[in-house]
């Protein structure tokens, strides 16, 4: 009788086991899991309770020995089969046509086919796997020699104590022998935040990012910390034999075996493949579930791969294309303020010059006197900068522990730098501003504006030129760029017969403008690009808006009172009746907004969020406008529809919250056909 129960529990305990290893496969690899966290522990408690009863059954591989072992007292030192290299970095598609220039010539060939996947930004580890089982974690060390770190890595739940076939295919040289597995161990952002969190409220230092909270929990000498810690094993390389021909194929075996692997990885054919995969990428990275730092992008052919070699400790088959840092610390050399057009003060730092994302940055902003007391940025400090996307580059954070003593604090002067007239605060309080209207700064500023995109858009009209015009008192104010004659252009530095002839004819093109770019190109105080574009709906002509009474100006949408009182000031001004004068005279002609649009989305409100494949963004939001609908920029209860791209922003999640309508880039087409 007791020989049936034990037989029975036994095969209890199996069944158990490998019901429980599917569970962890589906939830901690598939990430589709088939039946609730309670009930997976449910079983878990079930099998747990069983082996203690028979803890002859217990197996190094049962689910339930992911936490075994005592602390350590330090990590056995182990020496990799093969050592584990580096690779070397590049920061763009250029670096990287470079290094492909260098393979292609080394091999021989023209055409080489990679393959690419994401840079986890976590801790390499080595799995040994002795007939399908693991026996050892390892990490990186030096390369040749890393540490002993089996008990923690166990606890991951997406790394298999035992291989098993998820695929079609099977592998009969693995049953036998050692398989190698390299790969990284990350902790998702998510886990990151909840880890942080409880830091902060139990008063203890936060950790700087997963990529050292992953790190620190693998090289922690006691298991149980390594288990509460939510990390994830991503494989990327097989060193193992197993007849794969290509680097893709590794991936392929990888998630046969059971392993988490890269599911954007992909083959990339050519360097614009490349290209395209990083683009991607960059655009996906933030709403990835892990961080990145770039992308791994590998010589297929497993053949030529080796037949590259390695040079110093990294392999020359394989590089490493990471997304240039949005960050770097130099030195502010100055405080300087800078006037706006419309007369803002803004502070700004003169930076040793320092690469940031692809570009020199030699100045960030600053924004305003409470920024830089927030910051306690003083001139003379080390700092970080930073830039994302096209914005301008600003400062993050003072390194106040490089300080010397040297720092000078930064006072802001009370007259203006470039007019002499005194600096006033405006009614927000922050804010401090030039009134002088004939600043040469902020004429210079205006001039900027007025030729630029979504205003005269004169093509190769830039600031560069703006200052040689202004300098060499070939213009005086905006009117002045019409009567300009290729032989005032010719002798500017930069410019030749063929360009000076150029910028003639794009000036003349420019002349005939739509009114609510004109309007944009006034300047006027509060107006920005969507204002302007409701502005020119309303009152069809330049002399409609510029008669509009303060009543009428507020009634149009999204124009409030302070907006409404600056664009009455500005056409009772006499300096910009002037000006408009002087515009008129000088063959500009504002086309009337009236007759041109369509009414088929008349009275409707559009949000785009996210990237569109056929049109631009603009694009889109001039089609809605022309077709008698609204762009606005923020999604409310008023917006009728949501038309969401790749990669959308928070916009897609507010319409769900709203309940608006969205659609996709296709459908919006459609509809405004
Ligand atoms: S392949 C020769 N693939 O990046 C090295 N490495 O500098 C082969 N890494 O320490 C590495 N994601 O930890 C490879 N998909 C990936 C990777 C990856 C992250 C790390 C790895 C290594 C470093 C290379």
Known sequence: MKQHIKSQAKKRIEKLREVINHHRYRYHVLDSPEISDAAHDSLKHELKQLE????????????????????????????????????EDVFSIDEFAEWEKRIAKLLGQKRVLYFGELKFDGIAISLLYEQGTLVRGATRGDGKIGEDVTQNIRTIESIPLKLEFHGNKKYDKLLGGTVEVRGEVVMTKKAFKKLNKVQKKKGEKLYANARNLAAGSIRQLDPAIAASRELSFFAYALLTDLGQRLHGEEHDLLKDLGFKTDELARMAATKDDVADFYREVAHKRKSLAFDIDGLVISVNDSELYKKLGVVGKAPRGAVALKFAPEEATTIVENIIVQIGRTGAVTPVAVLRPVRISGVTVSRATLHNMDEIGRLGVNIGDTVIVGRAGDVIPDVREVVKELRTGKEKPFHMPTLCPVCGQSLKKGSGGVLIRCMNKECPARHREALYHFVSKKAFDIDGLGPKTINALLDEGL??????????????????????EKSASNLREAIDASRRIPLARFIMALGILHVGEETAID??????????????????????????????????????????AALM????????????????????????????????????????????????????????????YVVVGDSPGLKHEQAKKFGVSIMDEKEFLKMAK
């Open 535 to 576: 502005l020119a709906h309303r009152f069809r002509t330049t002399e409609a808006l510029k008669k509009a009474s303060l009543d009428e100006l507020t009634a149009v949408p999204n124009i409030g009172e302070i907006v409404a009182k600056s664009i009455h000031a500005f056409f009772r001004d006499e300096h910009s």
């Open 52 to 87: 203690q009863q028979f803890p002859e059954f217990i197996t190094p591989d049962s689910p339930t020995q992911r936490v075994s072992g005592k602390a350590l007292d330090k990590f056995k030192k182990v020496t990799h089969v093969s050592p584990m290299l580096s690779l």
């Open 475 to 496: 213009i005086q104010d905006a009117a002045d760029l019409f009567s300009l004659k290729e032989g005032d252009l010719v002798p500017l530095e930069r410019f030749g």
């Open 581 to 640: 004068r002087k515009l008129k005279h000088a063959g500009v002609t504002v086309v009337s907004e009236k007759g041109k649009t369509g009414t088929k989305l008349k009275g409707k409100i559009f949000v785009f969020t996210g990237e569109l494949k056929t049109i631009t963004r603009d694009e889109a939001k001039a089609l809605v406008r022309s077709l008698g609908g609204t762009a606005s920029e923020s999604v409310s209860a008023r917006t009728d």
